[in-house]
Each structure stands twice: as structure tokens, then as C-alpha cells.
């Protein structure tokens, strides 16, 4: 029995679901791109509890501070009003944080299952991604080189033409 073709007992063809029609893609170019998708995962979990971490405690923070200086004569209503500002801003600078957490992982779920949408949101969101990076760079904040990577490597993977065939 050297003909496997005729076997009535063989499974079929290895076709996951989405690929109809498509050439499925090889191992090192699924690779890349799940390698993109699992550091989106990384980055917007990391964005999310930075997020929702400094929204609790930062808007505590200055919430105990505006409660303590609200019943000193010492501080007049300027003060007063810069605590609550401020506590808007941080608030609101972790709403956005949390957004865009929420965005990143959005997009690694869009590029892990070859949707276009995700590309799209990945590399748009790579850019930004890059230019904050080179601003973190011009602060001397290390942490820009990590922005820096993460863009230039979601662009290298999905600006390139053999690893994003397979998107839909």
C-alpha cells in the first residue's frame, strides 16, 4: 500500500478555516506574524493595567491630597482648583491609556487571525508607536528604543508583501 492518494482512512487535506481558495502560509511566515500579534498582546496588557494603575492611584492620590488641603485656610481657591485640574488630567490621561491598551490588543487579535483590519491597526499603530519613541529618545528615556523596535519590526512583518499575502 504505497499509495497514500487512494487511502480511505487518511485525514484530509490541512485547510484551517479562513484559507479557502488562499495558499495557507509557511511556518516562518505564520511565525512572524503571530510573533506580532503575541507582542501586541504584550504591550497592550502592559498598556491596560498601566492604565487602569495609574487612573486608581494617581486619581487617590490626588484625591486625598485635594480632601486634605479643601479644609486648610492656607491654601486659597487657585490651589484648590489646580488639584482639581490636575486630577481631571490624570484621570483622563488614564482613560486614554486604557484606550489605547484596548486598541493594541484589538489589533493583535485582527493580525493572529490574518484579518486586513489588524494589519492596518498594527502598522498605524506601529508608526505612532516609532514617533513616540524617537520623542521618548529626545528626553533620553530608555524606554523609547523598546517603542523604537516594536514599530520597526511590525513594519518590517507587515509592510512586507510575503508575510501579509494571506491577510483578508
Given amino acids: 500500500m504505497s499509495n497514500f492518494e487512494d487511502d480511505p482512512f487518511r485525514s484530509p487535506a490541512d485547510n484551517p478555516a479562513g484559507y479557502e481558495g488562499r495558499e495557507q502560509p509557511r511556518d516562518d511566515e505564520h511565525g512572524l506574524i503571530v510573533a506580532v500579534a503575541v507582542i501586541n498582546y504584550i504591550f497592550g496588557s502592559l498598556c ?14 490626588l484625591g486625598i491630597i485635594f480632601a486634605a488641603i479643601g479644609n486648610d485656610p492656607q491654601f486659597g ?28 490588543l484589538l489589533a ?24 513616540v519613541g524617537l520623542l521618548a529618545l529626545s528626553s533620553l528615556n530608555i524606554f523609547g528604543l523598546l517603542q523604537i523596535g516594536y514599530a520597526i519590526f511590525v513594519l518590517v512583518v507587515l509592510l512586507n508583501p510575503r508575510y501579509t499575502r494571506n491577510f483578508r
Avoid at 491596560?48 to 492611584?57: E, P, Q, Y
Avoid at 490651589?79 to 489605547?100: C, D, E, H, P, R
Fill in 77 to 104: 481657591p487657585d490651589a484648590k482648583m489646580g488639584m482639581g485640574i490636575a486630577s481631571m488630567a490624570v484621570v483622563l490621561l488614564a482613560v486614554i491609556q486604557v484606550l489605547i491598551g484596548l486598541l493594541v
Fill in 48 to 61: 491596560l493595567m498601566c492604565g487602569v494603575c495609574s487612573g486608581v492611584l494617581g486619581g487617590s492620590v
Fill in 108 to 131: 493583535g487579535y485582527g493580525v493572529q487571525c490574518f484579518r486586513e483590519w489588524g494589519r492596518i491597526l498594527t502598522v498605524v499603530l506601529g508608526i505612532i508607536s516609532g514617533l
